[in-house]
């Protein structure tokens, strides 16, 4: 894959993808983390003379035409806020994604300026299953570039998509990816190419449907499998245990067993929490706690582990060389049931060896806990992607930027 070093970009119209899908709270940006992961490029890039023009995604916008979608928003207006904070630098936003608003953006800009296009899923042919809808709006996006237009791709987090902003674009213009593309991607081969052992992967997050098949490729390279998090319980019941009102995903539980049968066979260990924090609902002050996963009440639903599980979770991860954490192993939003999260993120941050936050949610829960980007080797900006990546598939919008045969002209 060609670096940005590699690309002439002076002088010239530089349409970066990046991902700056930022969790909202209305429009208050409450993890800036995917904006500060961009910036390397974007200064890069800045430095050797490019006129910058970001495109990139906010949310998943509803709506079944462009207009219904402008609506309704979100509009990226915060985020090329705290872009150009961040910057030291006006940043103006186009009132639309390629039309003329954004034309008059793109012209607008100096050498070394950035601007950004509006969130690019209010265009309903960005993630469209048809192939000509998405190669027409990348069309209409490489068209803003100009004569002598490029495409940088550094939206990682993306990557996994195949979306016209994605996937069909760098095939039009002469393209490089990112620093935070290369960077993300040097740490997931690390993961996958000769890991040093122990090798130990904890898995948590809502459901066991996103996850079975990172399981299953894991299978082949992990040493231990810690499951906490909503997807355990799924995990304890095809174990045997009942778990009251805690979520369930009862349709996987063949597959679930399956998938332990398949870790006993090739001597992968895996570990499940041995108590749980059973509260009386999902409320920030709901009443609960601790009980053995043997004794698990029938009208409580578990928020978090319980200790002996986070001792027990500790210790499976004290002797790890290699470390790969994904997803939230309680309702870490509130504050009563955050002790789960934060021991396990206590818990990578002393390993000594590779330790790998992957993405969206686990990324956000260790920088809302408070801790800082260097207790960990690499917190990823991906979730979705790394998992993808991890499961030994080809992610769309990599092998877009793989492929340096530049179009014509
Ligand atoms: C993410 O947040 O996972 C990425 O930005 C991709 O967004 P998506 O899951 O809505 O496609
Ligand atoms: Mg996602």
């Known amino acids: 894959m060609r670096g940005i ?10 349409l970066l993808r990046a991902d700056l899908n930022t969790p909202l709270d209305g429009s208050a940006i409450t993890d800036d983390g995917r904006i500060r992961a961009s910036l390397p490029t974007i200064t890069g890039l800045a430095s050797r003379g490019a006129r910058i023009l970001i495109c990139a995604h906010l949310g998943r916008p509803a709506g079944a035409d462009y207009a219904e979608r402008a609506a309704g928003g979100p509009s990226l207006q915060p985020v090329a806020e705290r872009l150009s904070e961040l910057l030291g630098a006006g940043v103006p936003l186009a009132a639309d994604v390629a039309g003329q608003a954004a034309a008059e953006v793109a012209a607008s800009l100096a050498d070394g300026a950035v601007g950004m296009v509006e969130n690019v899923r209010f265009e309903p042919a960005e993630t469209s299953k048809d192939d000509a809808e998405r190669a027409g709006l990348a069309r209409r996006l490489a068209a803003l570039a100009g004569p002598g237009g490029r495409y940088v791709g550094d939206g990682f ?15 039009l213009l002469p393209h490089a990816a990112g620093d935070l593309v290369l960077a993300e991607v040097a740490v997931l081969r690390r993961l996958t190419e000769n890991p040093e052992r122990p090798y130990v ?54 597959q679930v067993s399956e998938v332990l049968e398949e870790a006993a066979k090739r001597g992968v260990e895996v570990v499940l929490p041995v108590d749980l924090v059973a509260a009386t609902g999902f409320a920030p002050d709901a009443g609960h706690e601790v009980v053995p996963v043997g004794a698990f009440p029938a009208d409580r639903e578990s928020m978090d582990m319980g200790p002996a599980t986070l001792a027990l979770f500790a210790e499976k991860l004290a002797d790890a060389k290699t470390v790969f954490w994904n997803g939230p192993v309680g309702v870490f939003e509130f504050p009563a049931f955050a002790a789960g999260t934060r021991a396990v993120a206590e818990a990578v941050s002393h390993v000594t060896g590779l330790t790998v936050v ?36 080809r992610l769309p919008g990599l092998a877009a930027l793989e492929d340096a045969g530049d179009p014509a002209g």
């Open 5 to 14: 070093d590699e690309l002439d970009v002076g002088g010239r119209t530089v």
């Open 157 to 171: 987090g993306a990557l996994h998509r195949k979306h016209a902003s994605v996937y069909d674009l760098p095939a």
């Open 201 to 254: 992967v904890i898995l948590g997050g809502a459901k066991p449907s996103d996850k079975l098949a990172v399981i299953s490729n894991l299978l082949d390279s992990a040493d231990r499998l810690l499951i906490g998090g909503g997807m355990s319980y799924t995990f304890l019941k095809a174990q045997g245990y009942e778990v009251g009102r805690s979520l369930l995903e009862p349709h996987l539980i063949p």
């Open 358 to 393: 992957g993405g969206g949610d686990s990324a956000a829960a260790v920088r809302t806990l408070g801790f800082p980007e260097g207790a960990f080797t690499h917190i990823s900006t991906g979730g979705g992607a790394s998992l993808e990546y991890l499961e030994g598939r």
